[in-house]
């Protein structure tokens, strides 16, 4: 998946939180991306599990979903293999 900062993301349940939310990209690593969690996502009791960290929160890559501004899912650009020289 290419996910890249500013990105928005969707992620579904995950230990941390109970129910799926919506969030930012703010910084990616290997194979997790820190997000700031939309603030409307988030009910009284696990707003209190973050934030000490301001909303964010570490994700796993895999778990996270792009989407555009209306929250639709979109799809991964093909990436082509690149073309060998003729001999």
């Not at 939180?17 to 910084?27: E, L, Q």
């Not at 973050?50 to 778990?63: N, P, Y």
């Amino acid at each position: 998946m290419a996910l890249h900062e500013n990105n928005r993301v969707f992620c579904e349940k995950t230990e941390l939180f109970s129910d799926s939310f919506y969030g930012t990209i703010t910084k990616i690593y290997e194979h997790s991306a820190l997000v700031k969690v939309e603030p409307e996502q988030l009910n009284k009791k696990e707003t209190d599990k973050i934030d000490s960290f301001g909303d964010l929160v570490v994700i796993r890559q895999s778990e996270l979903q792009l989407v555009d501004a209306a929250g639709k899912p979109l799809k991964e650009p093909v990436e082509e293999e690149p073309l060998e020289a003729a001999e």
